[in-house]
């Protein structure tokens, strides 16, 4: 008998609605169920393409005698965090502080009243390494429940009173300046691998944030160190087994800090942030691998994690079935010598073991490797590189595929929309743009809908039932804020205007803070607000972003003042924790370049405005549009007549002007070096 997830639309919910457990969904009914039955709440939260949740759901939630006692003792409620990154991180919080860790799937048991007094992470059936069983948990906490409430109740206060205590400081009055930057790349240049690229050891995780300032940084000062660093790393990506070297698109992360062995689930956020990354670096440096890898990933999540409605899908499974019908992580990518050789025969299986990094005993497990580029097999043929790739690629189609979450949030598809866009306006790929388009047009009509305010998800046409949370606002208006620069349609910078106006209205605090969820919001014990960018940039990061590039595009105080508000915690955290808060440090990049505001009086799509396009100023604006109706769309097109009839671009920063050029050479020029005045 299928148990109340029925009703939802989270994949990952859906996941569960068979198990035995009499599962409910987070609403204030299941609290109340709580209350007339005095049981605690166990929330257990995770997400569909986590490995660790799938292994917990089949040793433990599938289990009758397990489940049967949770429903005896506990009101259980199941959170996909991609839904609810509200509930996620308050509980998150209170996971780490008194554990010192967090992570997914993440068990936590409460009060009635959300106050959560006993915490962990993953549980196994049987005790092990000194951790607890899950049935050992269970009854443990049952136990306390009955004999020994004013204990619990006494935990359950002290956490929340501990959470509450914990005020963001978030860096007084003040912009981050040249002093702040300059103290945040030191720091990245302590942590950067020399050896590897990247920061930090294992496990390492694409810094795609932290490339974009390092980007945006050499940009603006001319740092050769800066770009060294970012080329560097995106190289290292590109050649590991992060990247999947047959289809295109990158996994989470790499177990190792080589980056050849990768938690194989591909999630369409950092797919978005990468494509986009490798696009700007091809800016800044014409580099030919940086191309391809921009547009294979652009094509990768077209190809893979486009929906029917014209989303994209938030994404792919680590684990899919291998040859002998098991489930195990990573079946779908790695090859052993043996298959190589049945699909492409001896002397091409040699050559592609030796291209690819396949050895006998395998860099993975049970002797398969996952493909990389070593570059060591000295001088490749091209066009036979080529042909033994369409063919692993083809028997590759063969293998059963890894499961999709189908489920659109509105932030990722907005990074979506930005990458697309600009990676389809740089290599005349206008296909790409179109689908960016299509993805903006279905969060205006399914996630704004009717109501006006951005929904988070929606699945199969159909918008979810929860709220939107600072980083949908803010990825979101920034998709649209590059769909409008690359398109010439003002449209998209009115809708982005539209969320802006509620980021000001409903997620604004005192003294320029943000918050996560809207004043109007469901209360939770603690309103969350995290500035620090981790896999995505933060709502707070993500919002100043789009701010400051909405008041460039027009002229608005209210939305510089608020982006200038915000950035007050990238002055705090930038010299003491660069490497999350990498999308910050570039929004305060763009703050110290002005932005620059180009508008161009010609045609879209016309040889001004891809300079314009290509211009590598960081977070610069750019409006095209020819005729009277221009000015109407952008109002940076006021006022901004041809030259001698020709299509003209002019340059701004900070209320002063440059002299107007038709010559795309000149305005080339005007967008590559550092600002001047």
């Given at each position: 008998?299928?148990?109340?997830?029925?009703?939802?639309?989270?994949?990952?919910?859906?996941?569960?609605?068979?198990?035995?457990?009499?599962?409910?969904?987070?609403?204030?009914?299941?609290?109340?169920?709580?209350?007339?039955?005095?049981?605690?709440?166990?929330?257990?939260?995770?997400?569909?393409?986590?490995?660790?949740?799938?292994?917990?759901?089949?040793?433990?939630?599938?289990?009758?005698?397990?489940?049967?006692?949770?429903?005896?003792?506990?009101?259980?409620?199941?959170?996909?965090?991609?839904?609810?990154?509200?509930?996620?991180?308050?509980?998150?919080?209170?996971?780490?502080?008194?554990?010192?860790?967090?992570?997914?799937?993440?068990?936590?048991?409460?009060?009635?009243?959300?106050?959560?007094?006993?915490?962990?992470?993953?549980?196994?059936?049987?005790?092990?390494?000194?951790?607890?069983?899950?049935?050992?948990?269970?009854?443990?906490?049952?136990?306390?429940?009955?004999?020994?409430?004013?204990?619990?109740?006494?935990?359950?206060?002290?956490?929340?009173?501990?959470?509450?205590?914990?005020?963001?400081?978030?860096?007084?009055?003040?912009?981050?300046?040249?002093?702040?930057?300059?103290?945040?790349?030191?720091?990245?240049?302590?942590?950067?691998?020399?050896?590897?690229?990247?920061?930090?050891?294992?496990?390492?995780?694409?810094?795609?944030?932290?490339?974009?300032?390092?980007?945006?940084?050499?940009?603006?000062?001319?740092?050769?160190?800066?770009?060294?660093?970012?080329?560097?790393?995106?190289?290292?990506?590109?050649?590991?087994?992060?990247?999947?070297?047959?289809?295109?698109?990158?996994?989470?992360?790499?177990?190792d800090r080589e980056w050849i062995v990768p938690h194989f689930e591909k999630m369409l956020y950092d797919n978005a942030l990468l494509c986009r990354v490798y696009a700007h670096l091809w800016r800044a440096t014409g580099s030919d691998?940086?191309?391809?890898?921009?547009?294979?990933?652009?094509?990768?999540?077209?190809?893979?994690?486009?929906?029917?409605?014209?989303?994209?899908?938030?994404?792919?499974?680590?684990?899919?079935?291998?040859?002998?019908?098991?489930?195990?992580?990573?079946?779908?990518?790695?090859?052993?010598?043996?298959?190589?050789?049945?699909?492409?025969?001896?002397?091409?299986?040699?050559?592609?073991?030796?291209?690819?990094?396949?050895?006998?005993?395998?860099?993975?497990?049970?002797?398969?490797?996952?493909?990389?580029?070593?570059?060591?097999?000295?001088?490749?043929?091209?066009?036979?590189?080529?042909?033994?790739?369409?063919?692993?690629?083809?028997?590759?189609?063969?293998?059963?595929?890894?499961?999709?979450?189908?489920?659109?949030?509105?932030?990722?598809?907005?990074?979506?929309?930005?990458?697309?866009?600009?990676?389809?306006?740089?290599?005349?790929?206008?296909?790409?743009?179109?689908?960016?388009?299509?993805?903006?047009?279905?969060?205006?009509?399914?996630?704004?809908?009717?109501?006006?305010?951005?929904?988070?998800?929606?699945?199969?046409?159909?918008?979810?039932?929860?709220?939107?949370?600072?980083?949908?606002?803010?990825?979101?208006?920034?998709?649209?804020?590059?769909?409008?620069?690359?398109?010439?349609?003002?449209?998209?910078?009115?809708?982005?205007?539209?969320?802006?106006?509620?980021?000001?209205?409903?997620?604004?605090?005192?003294?320029?803070?943000?918050?996560?969820?809207?004043?109007?919001?469901?209360?939770?014990?603690?309103?969350?607000?995290?500035?620090?960018?981790?896999?995505?940039?933060?709502?707070?990061?993500?919002?100043?972003?789009?701010?400051?590039?909405?008041?460039?595009?027009?002229?608005?105080?209210?939305?510089?003042?608020?982006?200038?508000g915000a950035l007050g915690v990238v002055k705090a955290l930038g010299p003491r924790v660069p490497r999350f808060v990498g999308w910050g440090l570039a929004v305060a990049e763009a703050l110290l370049d002005g932005p620059r505001e180009?508008?161009?009086?010609?045609?879209?799509?016309?040889?001004?405005?891809?300079?314009?396009?290509?211009?590598?100023?960081?977070?610069?604006?750019?409006?095209?549009?020819?005729?009277?109706?221009?000015?109407?769309?952008?109002?940076?097109?006021?006022?901004?007549?041809?030259?001698?009839?020709?299509?003209?671009?002019?340059?701004?920063?900070?209320?002063?002007?440059?002299?107007?050029?038709?010559?795309?050479?000149?305005?080339?020029?005007?967008?590559?070096?550092?600002?001047?005045?």
């Open positions: 008998m299928a148990n109340r997830l029925a009703q939802t639309t989270s994949p990952y919910l859906l996941q569960h609605v068979d198990n035995p457990v009499d599962w409910w969904p987070w609403s204030p009914e299941a609290f109340e169920e709580a209350r007339r039955r005095d049981v605690p709440v166990l929330l257990s939260v995770g997400y569909a393409s986590c490995h660790w949740c799938h292994v917990m759901a089949h040793e433990s939630f599938e289990d009758d005698a397990t489940a049967a006692y949770m429903n005896e003792h506990f009101v259980s409620v199941k959170v996909d965090r991609e839904e609810r990154p509200d509930v996620d991180a308050v509980y998150m919080e209170a996971v780490q502080a008194a554990t010192g860790h967090g992570g997914w799937p993440m068990t936590v048991f409460l009060t009635a009243d959300g106050e959560p007094f006993y915490f962990g992470t993953y549980f196994p059936p049987e005790a092990r390494h000194g951790s607890p069983s899950f049935r050992q948990v269970l009854e443990g906490v049952a136990a306390a429940w009955k004999d020994r409430r004013d204990e619990v109740a006494e935990v359950a206060g002290r956490i929340v009173a501990d959470l509450a205590g914990r005020s963001l400081v978030h860096g007084g009055d003040g912009v981050p300046g040249e002093s702040e930057v300059a103290q945040a790349l030191l720091g990245l240049t302590r942590e950067y691998d020399e050896q590897h690229g990247g920061f930090g050891g294992a496990p390492k995780f694409p810094p795609s944030m932290a490339v974009e300032f390092l980007l945006r940084h050499y940009a603006r000062t001319g740092s050769d160190g800066a770009l060294q660093m970012a080329a560097d790393t995106c190289a290292a990506m590109a050649r590991g087994g992060i990247y999947d070297q047959l289809g295109g698109g990158f996994a989470r992360y790499s177990v691998e940086a191309r391809r890898i921009a547009l294979e990933t652009a094509d990768f999540m077209v190809r893979e994690l486009r929906t029917a409605e014209g989303g994209f899908a938030s994404a792919l499974d680590a684990d899919s079935e291998d040859a002998d019908g098991r489930h195990v992580e990573g079946a779908y990518y790695v090859w052993t010598p043996a298959q190589l050789r049945e699909v492409l025969g001896e002397d091409d299986a040699a050559f592609a073991a030796a291209y690819y990094g396949v050895t006998e005993d395998g860099t993975f497990e049970e002797g398969a490797s996952v493909l990389r580029l070593p570059g060591d097999a000295g001088p490749v043929d091209a066009d036979r590189v080529a042909d033994v790739r369409a063919r692993l690629l083809a028997a590759r189609e063969q293998r059963p595929r890894p499961g999709r979450d189908d489920k659109v949030v509105a932030a990722w598809n907005g990074l979506a929309i930005a990458a697309l866009a600009e990676t389809g306006a740089y290599f005349d790929r206008p296909d790409l743009v179109e689908r960016a388009t299509e993805a903006a047009d279905l969060l205006v009509r399914v996630h704004l809908g009717e109501v006006a305010r951005l929904t988070r998800t929606s699945k199969d046409g159909r918008a979810g039932d929860n709220a939107g949370v600072l980083e949908d606002y803010g990825d979101v208006a920034e998709g649209f804020l590059a769909l409008a620069a690359v398109t010439g349609e003002g449209a998209w910078l009115e809708f982005a205007g539209f969320l802006l106006d509620i980021v000001l209205e409903q997620f604004t605090g005192e003294g320029g803070q943000l918050y996560d969820t809207a004043h109007d919001a469901e209360q939770l014990i603690r309103r969350p607000q995290d500035p620090t960018d981790s896999a995505t940039p933060s709502g707070w990061t993500a919002a100043a972003g789009a701010l400051l590039s909405y008041a460039a595009y027009t002229g608005s105080e209210p939305h510089r003042t608020a982006a200038e180009v508008a161009v009086a010609g045609p879209v799509g016309g040889e001004l405005h891809r300079t314009a396009l290509l211009g590598r100023a960081p977070g610069a604006v750019v409006a095209a549009g020819e005729g009277p109706g221009a000015g109407a769309e952008f109002p940076l097109l006021v006022d901004r007549p041809l030259v001698g009839g020709q299509p003209t671009a002019y340059v701004c920063r900070h209320f002063v002007c440059s002299a107007p050029t038709t010559n795309a050479g000149e305005l080339a020029a005007a967008l590559a070096g550092p600002a001047g005045g």
